[in-house]
């Protein structure tokens, strides 16, 4: 009888994770902050509480979060315009994030570049820029001199499908095959590099191709399943640590909102969406914690009402950070 | 102690001494490594210094750069190679969109100390694409120095100088200057001013402004016209971004004509700027227009020996340019 009844059990319950709960538990949390900031920028944008643009990265956090969540602190981020909530990833405050927003003088470049081109040097995350590519080739360039330098530690760059068409990334993801740098390149493909359909970018199925061509390691995996990312990153991360050269990572995924916020995306079949938000990374890793009894309403509560409060907090500080005085548009061109 | 050398042994010689110097200078680029370079600028610097800091490149601009910015965040002084000024186009992106906007974009949180050197310039039979100037694509941008040496002198000097430096350097070499152009140079090193042009010749009846190998040109047509009474000042650039005002201004005070001479095509060459500066500040010193003597406005620069003629600014251009200008 007894018997019977754990078999029951047995069957019922999911199968153990690999990871701890300490580590499911961080992922979560992660993909959730980034969401709420990330929708909470949007909504501030919308109020015009800031000027200039904003790049949603909502639907896409299992490859934001995963692609970059096993980083040191010596580690290096080269994210693209789209990646502001990498920079949270990395461990960014939240304070400076929405300052950044604000262009207000507590953000890390004082107001100089715009809402998405944040970097963070104490954090080892390069400033972009909106040239496309542009972040690679720098980021390659890093690895080159940390690889020379003999140190271990490894740099993950961001970009979306469109970005792989351009000459630049090609002439990075070469340099980084000859010299077997420590790089991660994260292709977020969420299928629209703007409006262009990826039909209209590539005849590839998978992006992880492209590595192909320069002698390196590609793979693709379902960037809604952060644990599927962040399996794939870590691999890929340890496999640059030790020496053994550069990984492409294709994130199968998809960009909920327009290119940016004055783009309402009337390109997109309203079906396409629908489909994509029942594969939203959230839900989905929610259900697998839950069915492992490590999450439940309560917890969920408690994570959403502690980052409320931080980003509260935080859009508090930058709306009271003050601009930056106008001759200061004078400072910082040269040394 | 001193001794006479030419314009492309005081490039290798900086090369070495600052490589020898600072172990966080490197080079890349193309050919520049196992082959010396196409001129032999970087000539023994792979025999002495090894793959790890003389990197010979793929071929692609666009790297070559991004790779310096890269590894510039990282305490590298890298001086990465443009063998062709011509071919700089694939990475004028790294070197204007990032290297030059680095430290403004990160509110100097970035600085991004890198030496381009670039080879330029005309009068060598090298035709479409291995001969054109385009210093002026990037004294537009603020943020990165522009610098175009005339001397042997200057060309160890002012590398050693923007080596050293925390900003981005563009170094234009003109390939007609490598084995044309020399002076005394001291064995040792030094440095010269990346913020000071210099007055090559004084004079009195007129100011000419210019720079690389059109610098040699002026002074061969100014030595010709003094004998004809007219005493030109010979104002060498040096530096195209950021000017040296200064000097410019307090020249053509004295003199009150100008001639700008490059061999640049002549819309929006540097002349323009050189120009519209003086109208604003040196307006009421001047007794006659301000005159250009330039390359023309074709695609630079036609191979076929009379074409190029045709293109290069020569001394007797720039001695009718001076009559002109002291009849006026």
Redesign the interface.
């Known amino acids: 009888m007894a018997t019977k009844v754990n078999r029951a059990t047995a069957v019922r319950e999911a199968p153990a994770s690999r990871h701890s709960p300490e580590l499911l538990l961080g992922l979560y949390r992660m993909m959730v902050k980034c969401r709420m900031c990330d929708e909470k920028a949007r909504i501030l944008f919308k109020q015009g509480k800031y000027a200039g643009n904003f790049y949603s990265n909502v639907g896409q956090e299992g490859g934001e979060v995963g692609g970059a969540f096993s980083l040191r602190k010596d580690d290096w981020v080269a994210p693209s315009h789209r990646d502001w909530t990498s920079c949270i990833v990395k461990g960014a405050p939240l304070k400076a994030c929405f300052a950044q927003l604000y262009g207000k003088t507590d953000s890390?470049?004082?107001g100089?570049?715009t809402p998405a081109?944040m970097?963070?040097?104490e954090l080892h995350i390069?400033?972009p820029?909106s040239?496309i590519a542009?972040q690679l080739?720098?980021?390659?360039?890093?690895?080159?001199?940390?690889k020379?330098?003999g140190k271990d530690s490894v740099v993950v760059s961001y970009c979306g499908d469109g970005a792989t068409s351009i000459?630049?990334f090609h002439?990075?993801l070469?340099?980084a095959g000859?010299h077997k740098l420590p790089m991660l390149y994260v292709v977020q493909n969420n299928l629209w590099a703007e409006s262009v359909p990826l039909r209209l970018q590539t005849a590839l199925t998978d992006l992880s191709d492209r590595a192909k061509g320069h002698g390196i390691t590609g793979v693709s995996v379902d960037g809604n399943d952060i644990l599927a990312v962040y399996e794939a990153a870590t691999k890929a991360i340890a496999r640059a640590r030790a020496g053994q050269g550069p990984t492409v990572l294709e994130c199968k995924t998809y960009r909920w909102y327009g290119h940016s916020e004055i783009d309402p995306a009337k390109y997109r079949m309203p079906e396409e969406l629908a489909e994509w938000k029942k594969k939203d990374p959230i839900p989905r890793f929610e259900k697998y914690l839950a069915d492992r009894k490590l999450l439940n309403d309560q917890i969920k509560k408690q994570v959403r009402d502690e980052i409320t409060h931080e980003i509260d907090q935080a859009v508090e500080f930058a709306e009271n950070s003050p601009y930056p005085a106008p001759e200061e548009a004078l400072?910082?061109?040269?040394? | 102690m001193a001794r006479t050398i030419t314009f492309i042994d005081a490039i290798n010689e900086a090369l070495h001494q600052e490589m020898e110097r600072d172990s966080r200078v490197c080079i890349l680029g193309e050919d520049l490594g196992m082959g010396g370079g196409v001129f032999k600028a970087t000539a023994g610097l792979y025999q002495k210094f090894g793959e790890e800091r003389v990197l010979d490149s793929p071929l692609a601009e666009g790297i070559i750069i991004a790779a310096a910015i890269g590894a510039s965040l990282v305490g590298y002084r890298p001086v990465p190679e443009i063998q062709f000024a011509d071919f700089i186009g694939d990475a004028v992106d790294p070197i204007l969109q990032q290297a030059a906007k680095l430290r403004y974009r990160s509110a100097g949180g970035y600085s991004c100390p890198i030496t381009i050197r670039v080879c330029w310039g005309g009068g060598t039979g090298g035709g479409l694409y291995h001969s054109q100037e385009n210093t002026t694509w990037f004294a537009h941008e603020p943020g990165i120095r522009v610098l175009a040496p005339s001397t042997a002198y200057d060309a160890k000097g002012m590398l050693i100088a923007a080596i050293r430096d925390e900003n981005p350097v563009l170094f234009f070499e003109h390939k007609k200057l490598y084995r044309t152009a020399k002076s005394e140079v001291p064995e040792e090193p030094y440095t010269v001013s990346l913020d000071e042009a210099a007055v090559r010749r004084p004079g009195r009846d007129m100011t000419v402004l210019t720079y690389g190998y059109m610098a040699s040109v002026v002074m061969e047509a100014a030595e010709e016209m003094a004998k004809r009474g007219v005493e030109a000042e010979v104002v060498d650039l040096r530096t195209l971004a950021p000017l040296d005002k200064r000097t410019i201004v307090e020249s053509v005070r004295k003199t009150n004509r100008c001639l700008i001479v490059h061999e640049d095509t002549k819309t929006l060459g540097i002349g323009a700027e050189l120009s519209a500066i003086l109208n604003e500040e040196a307006f009421d010193d001047l007794d006659a227009p301000i005159m250009r003597v330039t390359g023309p406005d074709i695609p630079p620069v036609p191979f076929s020996p009379p074409l190029e003629k045709f293109f290069m600014v020569d001394k007797d251009k720039v001695m009718a340019g001076m009559e002109k200008l002291a009849g006026y």
Do not use: C
């Open positions: 890390p470049d004082r100089k570049s081109h970097g963070y040097p390069i400033t820029a040239t542009a080739m720098i980021g390659t360039g890093v690895a080159w001199g940390l020379r330098q000459g630049w002439e990075a070469n340099f000859v400072e910082h061109i040269w040394a």
